[in-house]
């Protein structure tokens, strides 16, 4: 079982062949709304990767709030414990041109109003084999979940994203870190060229480079490349969090961490062959499938 405490936004997305600039007014060519925020994506990608999850997260009061539990809901995922927080859902604005340049605009919303976690919620993160975070929402808040993970023996996966830096405090409480290079660069100032130094704050850590693959460093000495998968990139949009939640489920189940390495950067390969964020995120049985070429 698995346990994810993270963000829910939904994400307005408009393209046309220039973006405007302050001040101006241009017209566009098309509109989608989807699901998105890094909780609730990983939240259903652990699900479709086959595990049982629990997201602890919240929306707001508005119909953004009423479609994304729908649609996290849907895909499978516990949200009986979703707060319904007085006010905007978390939101994105994204624009996006011809050349696929974008700007975006986040507003946290009843994001930002998860603190305090409930006995309740404090409950489902002990009842979990594994715990996955991302720093989407106050990171207290996932200090706390953190701690009551930690005296349960729930495994702790914090996935360092958006890049920041990160207290002691809850880096103390890791289990496993997931970050890219730019989030690695905010946590310890190196990139690509020494995923080791990232033990001086984890145990074990996962830095991935996109389509060359990812690091995997433990303190008992590891130090492994796992190479991408080969497969005909589309959108490389949600390929982190693809990847993040198939790491812990795979972890959760016990498997060796190397082939749980694996198996989530052939979870991030399936993700980049499809248009879109959450819907492009992975099943089992497509992952199992790139898994064992
Ligand atoms: P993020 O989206 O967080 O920046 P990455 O782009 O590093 O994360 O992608 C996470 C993982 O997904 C990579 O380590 C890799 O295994 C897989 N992946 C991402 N992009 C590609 C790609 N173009 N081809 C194959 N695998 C990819």
Redesign the pocket.
């Known amino acids: 079982r698995v346990v994810v405490v993270g963000s829910a936004n939904m994400d307005l997305v408009g393209t046309a062949p220039v973006l405007p600039r302050a001040r101006e007014t241009v017209l566009g060519t098309d509109f989608v709304m989807v699901p998105g925020g890094k909780g609730a994506n990983q939240a259903v990608a652990a699900a479709r990767a086959g595990a049982s999850v629990v997201f602890l997260g919240a929306i707001g009061s508005d119909s953004f709030g009423v479609t994304l539990r729908a649609r996290i809901t849907a895909a499978g995922v516990d949200t009986g414990q979703l707060r319904v927080t007085y006010g905007p859902s978390g939101v994105a604005l994204v624009m996006v041109d011809a050349e696929g340049e974008n700007l975006i605009l986040v507003t946290p919303g009843a994001n930002a109003s998860l603190t305090g976690l409930t006995d309740a919620e404090l409950a489902a993160v002990r009842g979990a084999d594994v715990m996955v975070a991302q720093l989407e929402i106050p990171v207290e808040t996932v200090t706390e979940a953190a701690v009551a993970a930690r005296s349960a023996g729930t495994r702790v996966v914090l996935?360092a994203?958006p890049a920041r830096r990160v207290p002691a405090e809850l880096l103390d409480l890791v289990d496993m870190l997931?970050?890219?290079?730019?989030?690695a660069a905010a946590l310890t100032g190196r990139g690509r060229e020494a995923p080791e130094t990232l033990l001086d704050l984890v145990p074990r850590a996962?830095l991935?480079?996109?389509?060359?693959?990812?690091w995997y460093v433990d303190r008992d000495g590891t130090v492994a490349h796992?190479?991408?998968?080969?497969?005909e990139?589309v959108d490389?949009?949600?390929?982190?969090?693809?990847?993040?939640a198939a790491l812990a489920v795979a972890w959760g189940e016990g498997r060796d961490l190397l082939d749980a390495v694996r198996w989530?950067?052939?979870?991030?390969?399936v993700?980049?062959r499809r248009l879109g964020a959450s819907v492009a995120l992975p099943h089992r049985a497509e992952i199992d499938e790139l898994h064992a070429r």
């Open positions: 996935n994203a997931v970050v890219n290079e730019v989030e996962v991935t480079l996109g389509a060359d693959g990812a796992v190479p991408a998968f080969e497969v990139v490389s949009t949600a390929a982190g969090d693809a990847f993040t989530a950067a052939a979870a991030g390969a993700c980049t």
